[in-house]
C-alpha cells in the first residue's frame, strides 16, 4: 500500500498543527468529540430532512473506550460516517472542513449547531499520538475504510473489515509520556470524565463510557466484586439555553455552586437572552461575598465563553468591565469569530456586542435590585461597593453616569446607608451643595471639627471612608446639579454679608497675631487663618488647593 503524502505543504502545516497552535493538549478528546457530535448532526439533519433514515434522535451516542492495556483510546460516533473519498479529502487535507462545506450548502438548518470549520482540529491528535487510525462507513455505504497515519509522513486508506452500522472509530495510539498535568493520564475514567465535563458537557448527543465500579457481593458484609457500567458523562441539555419558567431556584443556584466552586448559594441570578446583532444566552451570578482574593491581584475577572456547547475560553475578560468583576457566569452564542484554534477570539464586533448587553444587563439588575430588594443590596454593597466607586474613578469617569446611582454612602442624617437621590431629595430648600467629610472612620468623621458649621446650618454631610470616596465624588463633580463641597473647603459660602465683613474686620484686628502664629509654626503650615467653620474646637488643619489631605495620604501610600 502506497503511502499517499498530504496535500498542500501539508507537512508544514501539521508540524505547525502539532506545536504551536494548541496551548493545551487536552483538547485534543475536546476537537474529536466536536467532530463526532458533527457527524451526528450531519446524519440527524437528513432523518428531519428529506430521506427515512429509520434513525431516531435516541439512537445517537458517542463512545469512549479506554484500552489501557494498549495505550489506545477510541472515539466512536454512530454519525455520518465517511467514504473513501471524504476520507481522503477531510482527514488527507489538512485545513480542509468538510463541516464548512456543510453548513455552507445549506442556507437555514433546522435544529443543528455543526462546530467543525476550520479543517484542523482532527489533527490535535498528533499532540498525543503518532500513530491515528479513522475507521469508518458513510451513511448509505457497503464498504468500510481505514484510514490511517503516522503523522507527517502521510497517510494510507484501504479497505478493512466491516463497521456495523454508519459512523466512525478515532483510534489513537497514545504516546508514553502522554501524562496531562493537571488531570493525569488519558486512559484513566476520572481524566476522561473531567475533561468531557470541562469542554464537552453540553455536547447534545451523548457521550458514554464504561466506567469500572466496584460492589458488595450478594450476601457478603466485606467482600467486594468489580463490575462495569455504562455511563452517560455529559448533562447534554445546558441549563442557560432552558426557559427561566422552566428552572428551579434550586437548580439555579446548585450549577452555581458546582460550576463556579462556590459553597454558598448566589446573592442573585442574572439570566437573560438576547436576539439581533449578537444572539446570545447568558447565566450570570452575583456571589454572595466576595472570593478570598477578590481583592488581590490573583483574581481574573472574565466569564466562561460556549460557542455551540463547547467551552471555548474559561474566563472570557472582554465581557465584563472593571466595576462588574465580581459578576461569575457565562456566555454561550453561535456567531463568534473564533480563531482557528478555537482558544481565543478574533477581535469581534459582536464580542463587543455581547460585552454591552451583559454590561447594561448587569446594571439594571442593581438597579431593581436597589430598588425592590434594599436589604440584599446593602449586603451586595458592603462585598462589591467599592468596585463600583472605581469603576466611577476608572477611565477619567466614563462610566460615571452609569454607576453614580448604584452609589450608598453613610451620612450624618444616621445609621442607614443613602444613595445620592436619597440625599438631594432630603437636602434643605437653601442648600447649595452636597456636603462631604472625609475620615477613616464614621465615628471619626463625625468628630471632625470642620463637620460644625455645615451640622449647625441643619445641612447633611456624606460621610466618605473609604479612601476611594473623595476621588470618585470629585470625578462626579455634580449630581443632578448639585455640586460636591468638602467640608474642609475654604468657601463653604455658609455666612450672610454682615457675617463676611464681620470676619473681614477680625482678620485686620489679629494680623499680627497670625502672622506671629505662622512663625512660629516654622514653615510648618501655609497659612494660619481665622475660621468660622468652629463651633466648640479651638482650631482645626486645614488644606486649600485641589488635593485634600485625605487624598494626599491615599496618593502617598502608591507605590511609585
Ligand atoms: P473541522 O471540524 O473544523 O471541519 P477537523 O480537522 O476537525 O476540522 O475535521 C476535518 C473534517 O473531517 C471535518 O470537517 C469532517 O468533514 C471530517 N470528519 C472528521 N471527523 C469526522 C467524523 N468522526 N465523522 C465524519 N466526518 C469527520
Ligand atoms: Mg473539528
Redesign the pocket.
Known amino acids: 500500500m502506497p503511502i499517499k503524502p498530504f496535500q498542500a505543504e501539508s507537512k508544514h502545516l501539521l508540524d505547525l498543527m502539532i506545536h504551536s497552535i494548541y496551548t493545551h493538549k487536552e483538547i485534543f478528546l475536546r476537537?474529536?468529540i466536536?467532530?463526532?457530535s458533527?457527524?451526528i448532526d450531519?446524519l440527524y439533519y437528513k432523518t428531519l430532512s428529506e430521506e427515512n433514515t429509520g434513525l431516531n434522535r435516541d439512537d445517537f451516542a458517542i463512545r469512549i473506550v479506554p484500552d489501557k492495556e494498549n495505550r489506545k483510546l477510541t472515539?466512536s460516533?454512530n454519525?455520518?460516517?465517511?467514504t473513501r473519498e471524504?476520507l481522503e479529502?477531510?482527514?488527507g487535507t489538512?485545513?480542509?472542513?468538510?463541516?464548512?462545506?456543510?453548513k455552507n450548502e445549506f442556507e437555514k438548518k433546522p435544529d443543528i449547531e455543526?462546530?467543525?470549520?476550520?479543517?484542523?482540529?482532527?489533527?490535535?491528535a498528533f499532540m498525543v499520538s503518532d500513530h491515528v487510525a479513522?475507521v469508518?462507513r458513510a451513511f448509505g455505504g457497503d464498504e468500510t475504510f481505514r484510514w490511517e497515519s503516522h503523522g507527517a509522513e502521510g497517510y494510507t486508506v484501504e479497505p478493512c473489515e466491516k463497521r456495523e452500522t454508519c459512523?466512525?472509530d478515532?483510534i489513537i495510539d497514545l504516546k508514553p509520556d502522554t501524562e496531562d498535568e493537571k488531570y493525569g493520564e488519558y486512559l484513566d475514567a476520572y481524566t476522561l470524565r473531567s475533561l468531557i465535563k470541562k469542554y464537552s458537557d453540553y455536547i447534545r448527543y451523548p457521550i458514554r463510557m464504561n466506567v469500572e465500579k466496584s460492589r458488595l457481593k450478594e450476601g457478603s458484609k466485606d467482600e467486594y466484586e468489580s463490575y462495569t457500567e455504562e455511563e452517560t458523562l455529559n448533562s447534554m441539555v445546558p441549563l442557560w439555553r432552558k426557559n427561566k419558567n422552566e428552572i428551579t431556584k434550586e437548580q439555579y443556584h446548585q450549577f452555581y455552586k458546582d460550576k463556579f466552586m462556590d459553597y454558598e448559594d448566589p446573592a442573585r441570578v442574572i439570566h437573560m437572552y438576547t436576539e439581533g446583532v449578537a444572539t446570545f444566552h447568558a447565566l450570570m451570578y452575583l456571589p454572595a461575598r466576595a472570593p478570598y482574593d477578590f481583592y488581590t491581584k490573583e483574581y481574573e475577572k472574565g466569564l466562561q465563553l460556549y460557542s455551540n456547547g463547547v467551552l471555548i475560553m474559561d474566563k472570557c475578560a472582554d465581557l465584563l468591565p472593571d466595576y462588574f468583576s465580581f459578576v461569575r457566569g457565562l456566555v454561550d452564542s453561535q456567531d463568534l469569530s473564533l480563531n482557528i484554534s478555537r482558544e481565543m477570539l478574533q477581535h469581534d464586533r459582536r464580542l463587543t456586542v455581547i460585552a454591552g448587553r451583559v454590561e447594561k444587563k448587569i446594571q439594571s439588575e442593581l438597579e431593581s435590585m436597589l430598588k425592590n430588594e434594599r436589604e440584599d443590596y446593602e449586603k451586595f454593597f458592603r462585598n462589591f461597593g467599592l468596585q463600583l466607586k472605581y469603576g466611577v474613578y476608572q477611565d477619567f469617569g466614563a462610566h460615571k453616569d452609569a454607576l453614580k446611582d448604584l452609589l450608598l454612602f453613610h451620612t450624618s442624617a444616621g445609621e442607614k446607608y443613602s444613595t445620592l437621590a436619597e440625599y438631594v431629595a432630603r437636602m434643605k430648600e437653601d442648600q447649595k451643595y452636597i456636603y462631604y467629610a472625609c475620615g477613616e472612620t464614621v465615628q471619626k468623621v463625625e468628630l471632625l471639627p470642620q463637620t460644625e458649621a455645615v451640622k449647625d446650618h441643619g445641612y447633611e454631610i456624606l460621610y466618605l471612608t473609604d479612601p476611594i470616596d473623595e476621588f470618585a465624588v470629585r470625578v462626579l463633580e455634580k449630581y443632578q446639579d448639585k455640586e460636591f463641597k468638602s467640608v474642609s473647603a475654604d468657601d463653604l459660602d455658609l455666612e450672610t454679608e454682615e457675617e463676611k465683613q464681620e470676619a473681614a474686620k477680625k482678620v485686620e484686628e489679629n494680623k499680627d497675631m497670625l502672622a506671629f502664629l505662622k512663625d512660629a509654626l516654622n514653615g510648618k503650615v501655609k497659612a494660619v487663618v481665622l475660621s468660622n467653620k468652629l463651633k466648640t474646637h479651638p482650631v482645626c488643619l486645614t488644606t486649600s488647593g485641589a488635593i485634600s489631605m485625605e487624598m494626599e495620604k491615599v496618593l502617598n501610600s502608591l507605590p511609585n
Open positions: 476537537e474529536l466536536s467532530n463526532a458533527d457527524a450531519k472515539i460516533d454519525g455520518c460516517g465517511m471524504e479529502t477531510n482527514l489538512i485545513a480542509k472542513s468538510g463541516s464548512l462545506d456543510f455543526i462546530i467543525g470549520q476550520f479543517g484542523v482540529g482532527f489533527y490535535s479513522a469508518s459512523g466512525t478515532i
